[in-house]
Every structure is written in structure tokens, then in C-alpha cells.
């Protein structure tokens, strides 16, 4: 596997500043609207970071290993210029579509950090699973995910369970995807005339994309179909207090969200239960009504806010890694950590 450029001659600390600032971690974040990395230390954190707006590409294969180090390499030359950090030995990388396509990834990106920045071991984490570490760390409950897509993840010290997060063709139910493509559905009711129509959504969809005509020709073939199809969420949101339709596809979506939280809840005790994810930023014609939903169905569990973001849970990964503090409860297919083949 060949990337352009390495990036290990642009870390600027010799040996002796990286013993003094600890050993070098690298954080990722890899969504549905694009890749976040942090770059830092095991004793200071994060010191810097830095982000690209295109998604790792999802083929026949999985997720693609190869385009997620051709984003990376740029970006961590760049930070390791800007900080200094000493050159990572411990990695956690994040990704959105884990659990089910990382096979690919898991196989060949441990040695490409390797070859790359020199990175011994790396934790490849489920997006829920940084977004669960940036939320709660080590403390059992559960953590909604949500943004272009959706995953609930919950943890009881032992082990984890996971509730959607299937994308947003088969699930993803309550997501930014999902309630986009809903808005536009009953946009494209209206222009034909048919039950559930929205004329307000209708206006919103033709300011946004134009002609409905056209919205095929517009999403079917692109590879970032769901971050388009998020990017009407707000406009859903907007319409919501005015029009039942958008108002009631947010309530729909607080429904999914909140019973996608329930299925992995621990039942045992005062679990927390956290919601972290850019759909949240929707506000009150999302938040009002899923505050309802949760507390319908989980009365036993406590409302925390969330500490961190998905990053920020990245960065905890690779801590607790490289210091060797007890952390989060490995499975295969949600957090495993792995050497260089």
C-alpha cells in the first residue's frame, strides 16, 4: 500500500522532548460528513486538530483503508508541524460503519499507521464507541450518536450492546439522514398532490436543491448521498412548529431515537444516558419531544450531558492505551486493539 508522502519527518521533537512530553497519541474521527483527527500526547492530551469535510469512502470491500490514509497523512503532517507533538506510538481511530464493514480496515490499517507514523498499537473503536467514551468514559449507561447517521450504544462495565446503526438505507431511524429523506418524501407528496404532502417542506426542498424533478438525478448517484440528505434536516426542523407534517416527523424521529436508547440501556441502578451527535444542534422541535419519549421509556435512568464528542472519546481511547489504564470493554466487532501485522 503506497500513500503520497510520510508523514513520520514531520514530527519536529527529538528524542529527548518526546520523552519529556509523553508518548504520542493520534485520535480519528471518521463520519458520515467527514474525518476529525487530534494529535497530542499521553500526559497533555490533544494539542491540536484539524478536519476534512469529505467522508471515507465505503466500497465492495468495506471501509476503504486507502482513502482514509490518503485524508490522514496530510492533516497529521500538518499538526505535527503546528504542535510539535512527539510522533504517536498509540493510536484509536473511530469510525462510522465499524461493527459491520471494518473488516478491511481492521486487516490492513494497523500497518499502515506503522509504516506511516511509526503507531505500535491502535484501537479500532465503532463511532458509538468514541462517542460513548467522549460522553461518559468508563461509567456504565448508555449513549445516543447522532448526526448524518444513528447508533445507540450501552455499556454496563462488562460488556456492550448496540441498537441500529445500519445505515441510512436500512436504518439510521431518528438520524439527520433519516429525517431529511423523510422531509423530502413529503415534499415530493405535495408536488404530486398525494396524502402527507408538505407544501412548506416542498418551497424548502426547491430553495435548497432546486426543481424537484431533479432530486433523483441529484442524490442517486452521489457517494455522499446521506450527508445530502441530512443537510435538509434543518429545514424539517425549521418548518416544525408551523407544519404538522415537519412536526411530525420530528416527532417520529424523537420515537426511534428514544426506543433505540431503551434497547441498550442497562436495566440495573441509575445507569446515565447521554445524547452526542451534531442532530441535536436541531434544538427544541427535536429535543422537546424526545425528552418526552425518554422519559416514558427509561424512568430509571439519569440525564447526563455529554462530557465530550467522538473525538474527544478518540483521545480518551488512546490515553487510557498508552497509559495502560483500566478502559472500556473490548469486543471484536465495536472496540478491538491490534498490533501491526
Known amino acids: 500500500m503506497t500513500y503520497a508522502g510520510r508523514a ?36 497533555r492530551g490533544a494539542l491540536g486538530r484539524r478536519s476534512s469535510p ?11 483503508a486507502v482513502h482514509l490514509m490518503e485524508q490522514l497523512v496530510p492533516l497529521v503532517r ?3 508541524a503546528e504542535t510539535g507533538a512527539p510522533p504517536p506510538t498509540t493510536a484509536a481511530i473511530g469510525a462510522a460503519g465499524l461493527a459491520t464493514l471494518g473488516d478491511a480496515l ?81 415534499a415530493l407528496r405535495a408536488r404530486d398532490g398525494r396524502p402527507g404532502g408538505s407544501s412548506a417542506l416542498l418551497a424548502r426542498a426547491e430553495e435548497r436543491f432546486g426543481p424537484t424533478a431533479g432530486l ?3 442524490l442517486y448517484p452521489r457517494p455522499d448521498r446521506p450527508a445530502v440528505l441530512a443537510s ?11 407544519d404538522p407534517v415537519a412536526g411530525g416527523i420530528l416527532h417520529a424521529a424523537a420515537r426511534h431515537i428514544a426506543e433505540s436508547a431503551a434497547a441498550v440501556c442497562p436495566s440495573g441502578g441509575a445507569p ?14 427535536l429535543l422537546v419531544p424526545l425528552e418526552d419519549e425518554l422519559a416514558t421509556r427509561l424512568p430509571h435512568a439519569l ?17 487510557d492505551l498508552a497509559t495502560g489504564a483500566p478502559g472500556l470493554p473490548h469486543e471484536e466487532t465495536l472496540l478491538s486493539v491490534l498490533p501491526p501485522v
Open 272 to 285: 446515565r444516558i447521554a445524547l452526542t451527535g451534531g442532530l441535536f444542534a436541531l434544538g427544541d422541535p
Open 303 to 319: 440525564r447526563t450531558p455529554a462530557e465530550g464528542d467522538p473525538l474527544d472519546g478518540a483521545v480518551r481511547i488512546a490515553v
Open 106 to 186: 481492521r486487516a490492513e490499517l494497523p500497518s499502515a499507521l506503522a509504516r506511516e507514523f511509526g503507531v505500535r498499537t491502535t484501537a479500532l473503536a465503532a463511532d458509538a464507541v468514541t462517542a460513548y467514551a467522549g460522553a461518559l468514559g468508563t461509567r456504565p449507561g448508555a449513549v445516543v450518536a447522532a448526526g448524518t447517521g444513528l447508533i445507540a450504544v450501552g455499556m454496563d462495565l462488562t460488556a456492550w450492546r448496540r441498537a441500529d446503526g445500519w445505515g441510512h438505507l436500512l436504518g439510521d431511524c431518528g438520524s439527520g439522514a433519516w429525517i431529511g429523506r423523510a422531509g423530502l418524501e413529503a
Open 54 to 64: 469529505v467522508p471515507v469512502r465505503t466500497g465492495a470491500r468495506g471501509i476503504d
Open 216 to 218: 433523483p438525478g441529484q
Open 8 to 43: 513520520t519527518a514531520a514530527f519536529r521533537s527529538d528524542a529527548a522532548d518526546a520523552g519529556a512530553a509523553g508518548t504520542g497519541i493520534l485520535a480519528v474521527d471518521s463520519g458520515g460528513s467527514g474525518l476529525r483527527v487530534a494529535l497530542g500526547s499521553a500526559g
Open 232 to 242: 435538509f434536516a434543518p429545514s424539517v426542523a425549521e418548518c416544525a412548529q408551523d
Open 78 to 80: 500538518a499538526l505535527a
